[in-house]
C-alpha cells in the first residue's frame, strides 16, 4: 500500500525532532519539555460512551463515573427518537444495548431496515417514543465486561448530558466538554429524521456555538459536519477517519464495505476510500469544514505479526489463536506531523484495557500503549477507561518534566 500513512518517519526521528524543539524553546535548561499537541496543551482524555469498561455505555452512570475519574470530556453518540428527541446510543439498534429484547411490549417492533446499504434486523430508535425508550434498561456490550449493572440505568436524552456536564463543570471547577456523535447521519435523512438540526439547537442553546466552547462536534460523513458549518454551527468539529481492518501481515490497513468509505460518499457514488483524507489533499480538504481528525489508531501506529517461514503470522503469544494480540507496533506513521502542518489537531480512537485489544509488544499493560500514542504528539484519546489513561497520561507528563 503506497498512500502516505505508510511513508513513515521512525520513532527516533520524532524523538530527535522533539530533542530539538526542546532545546530550541528552553535553551538547554531543565524546563519541561513542550507537549508535541498543536496547541502545546496536554492531550485531551475523551471518556468514550463515558466510562464505558466499566458501566453500561451511553448511560448518565458511565458519563458520571468518568468526570469522577478526571476525563476532560465525554463522548455521546447520538441519534433520534421517533418524536425527534436525540439520545445517546452507539447505533440506531436497541438491541446490543439495552433489554429491549426482553420486552413482550415491544416485540412486533422488530424490523428489517436497510441502513448504509445493509439489511439490519433489530429495533431501532427511530421507531420508540423517548417515554417508550425510557422503560428500556441500559446494558453492558461485551460480554467480557461486568454485567452486574445491566437494566438499572436509562437512556439519556442529549440535553440531560449537556445539563450534567454543565452541573459537574461548576461542581469541579474545571470545564468538562461534551462530543456529540451524528451517528449514520445519512440513514437518519432516509428515515426523515435530521440529528444536525437538533444538535446545533441544543448546542446554541446552551451557549456553546463558538470555537472556544468545552464542546466538540464528530462525524463520519464529512456530509453532516459541512451541513452544520453551512447553518452557522462554529463549535469546533473533527471528522473521523476509520476503515475496516489491518493486514497483519504487511501492517496495511484494509477497506472493506461498509468500512470503507464514509456512507455519503457510498451514496454520492464518490468511490475513494477513508485512506483518502489522510494523504496532503484529503487533510487540507477537511481542514475547509473541521478543526481536527479522529483516525482509528493504527493510522498512527499500525500493527505486524512476525511470519513463520510459510507467510503466515506467528502465534507468539501462544494462546492457540494468531490475531491483533500476536501483533507488534509498527514505528509510528507522519500522520500526526501531516494533520498538524495542515493546522488540524488529532484525537485517536479506541483506547480499551483489555489484553486480547493491545499489541504484543505492550505486554498486556495499557499504560505502554498510551504512552507510545502521546509521544507522537497525538492532542486526544477517546479511551473506555478514562482511569488508566490518565494515569499514563501523568506518567507521561512526568517524564516530560511536569
Ligand atoms: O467517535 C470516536 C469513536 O467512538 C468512533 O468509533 O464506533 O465507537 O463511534 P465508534
Ligand atoms: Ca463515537
Redesign the pocket.
Known amino acids: 500500500m503506497s498512500h502516505a500513512v505508510f511513508n513513515v518517519p521512525s520513532r527516533l526521528v520524532l524523538s530527535v525532532l522533539a530533542a530539538a524543539a526542546l532545546l530550541a524553546a528552553c535553551g538547554g535548561g531543565d524546563d519541561p519539555q513542550p507537549y508535541l499537541t498543536l496547541d502545546g496543551a496536554k492531550p485531551l482524555v ?1 471518556g ?2 463515558g466510562a464505558s469498561g466499566y458501566l453500561p455505555e451511553h448511560t448518565i452512570e458511565s458519563y458520571t463515573l468518568a468526570i469522577e475519574q478526571g476525563a476532560d470530556a465525554i ?1 455521546p ?1 447520538l441519534v433520534m427518537t421517533k418524536d425527534g428527541v436525540l439520545v445517546a446510543r ?2 440506531p439498534m436497541l438491541s446490543g444495548t439495552t433489554n429491549v429484547a426482553d420486552k413482550p411490549e415491544f416485540a412486533s417492533r422488530k424490523s428489517t431496515k436497510m441502513m448504509d446499504g445493509i439489511a439490519t434486523t433489530d429495533w431501532f430508535v427511530g421507531d420508540f417514543t423517548l417515554a417508550e425508550l425510557k422503560t428500556l434498561g441500559a446494558k453492558i456490550a461485551p460480554a467480557s465486561r461486568p454485567q452486574a449493572n445491566d437494566g438499572k440505568f436509562k437512556v439519556p436524552t442529549f440535553d440531560e448530558i449537556v445539563a450534567l456536564a454543565k452541573a459537574k463543570s461548576q461542581e469541579k471547577g474545571r470545564n468538562i466538554a461534551v ?1 456529540p ?1 451524528t ?1 449514520h447521519p445519512t440513514f437518519h435523512v432516509e428515515q426523515g429524521l435530521r440529528l444536525e438540526d437538533k444538535l446545533i439547537a441544543t448546542l446554541v442553546a446552551a451557549g456553546w456555538n463558538s470555537k472556544t466552547a468545552p464542546a466538540f462536534v ?1 462525524s ?1 460523513e464529512p456530509g453532516s459536519l459541512k451541513y452544520m458549518r453551512g447553518k452557522g454551527l462554529n463549535t469546533r468539529m ?1 471528522q ?1 477517519i ?1 476503515a475496516d481492518w489491518v493486514d497483519f501481515k504487511t501492517g496495511n490497513l484494509t477497506f472493506a464495505a461498509p468500512w470503507d468509505r464514509p456512507y455519503d460518499w457510498t451514496k454520492a457514488g464518490d468511490k475513494r476510500l477513508y485512506s483518502a483524507m489522510v494523504t496532503p489533499a484529503g487533510l487540507a480538504e477537511i481542514k475547509t469544514y473541521a478543526d481536527g481528525i ?1 483516525p ?1 489508531k493504527p493510522y498512527i501506529a499500525s500493527l505486524k505479526w512476525t511470519l513463520n517461514a510459510d507467510g503466515s503470522g506467528k502465534d507468539v503469544n501462544g494462546d492457540g489463536k494468531v490475531d491483533w494480540a500476536d501483533a507488534s507496533s509498527t514505528p509510528a506513521t507522519s500522520l500526526v506531523a501531516d494533520a498538524h502542518k495542515a493546522g488540524l489537531f488529532v ?1 485517536a ?2 483506547f480499551r484495557n483489555e489484553k486480547g485489544g493491545l499489541a504484543f509488544d505492550f505486554g498486556g499493560d495499557p499504560a505502554k500503549e498510551y504512552q507510545l500514542f502521546y509521544s507522537t504528539g497525538i492532542d486526544g484519546l ?1 479511551s473506555d477507561f478514562p482511569d488508566t489513561a490518565l494515569a499514563a497520561r501523568a506518567a507521561y507528563a512526568k517524564q516530560l518534566g511536569y
Open positions: 475523551v468514550h460512551r463522548e453518540d452507539h447505533e462530543y456523535e451517528k464528530q463520519f473533527v473521523l476509520d479522529g482509528w484525537h480512537y479506541t477517546f
